[in-house]
């Protein structure tokens, strides 16, 4: 697959479609299948409450999963992500109800990098609060 999106049709600031992601216990409990990640803090409310946490959150690679989906939808090829980093600054609290949480992820360009490759800022936000800082992809285009 090759990235959709010409390199020479993209600014800096051009916007890519936000979206909103669902987070509920079930998808937590197949996230900690698929991912080995069994952690209790993921899907036992008692065990979370105990240490701390509000209520049970969702894994840090699930939401910086769902996250980057933003881009590789925008591309139309998940291979052309080069690189992606970020920092994980609050937690997605996940409650035990038929809603669960929400994810929103907006992204723009920020940067025209060489070889074809642009870097895009993404922004996630929780609960009114953001869950990822210095959320970054560079991409290669066509």
Request: aromatic fraction near 8%; charge should be negative; charged fraction near 20%.
């Amino acid at each position: 697959m090759t990235a959709k999106i010409a390199y020479d049709d993209v600014e800096v600031g051009t916007e890519l479609p936000t979206q909103a992601f669902p987070v509920t216990r079930a998808a937590l409990v197949q996230y900690a299948g698929a991912s080995g990640d069994f952690n209790p803090i993921h899907w036992n409310e008692k065990f979370a409450k105990e240490v701390g946490l509000p209520d049970v959150i969702a894994h840090g690679m699930f939401t910086m999963a769902e996250a980057i989906r933003v881009v590789t939808d925008w591309t139309g090829d998940p291979g052309a992500v080069v690189e992606y980093g970020v920092r994980f600054t609050k937690p997605v609290v996940v409650p035990n109800d038929d809603q669960g949480a929400t994810v929103e992820v907006s992204a723009k360009v920020a940067a025209k990098l060489d070889d074809n490759t642009v870097r895009v800022d993404l922004v996630a936000m929780s609960a009114g609060q953001k869950v990822l800082g210095m959320s970054r992809a560079v991409v290669r285009l066509a």
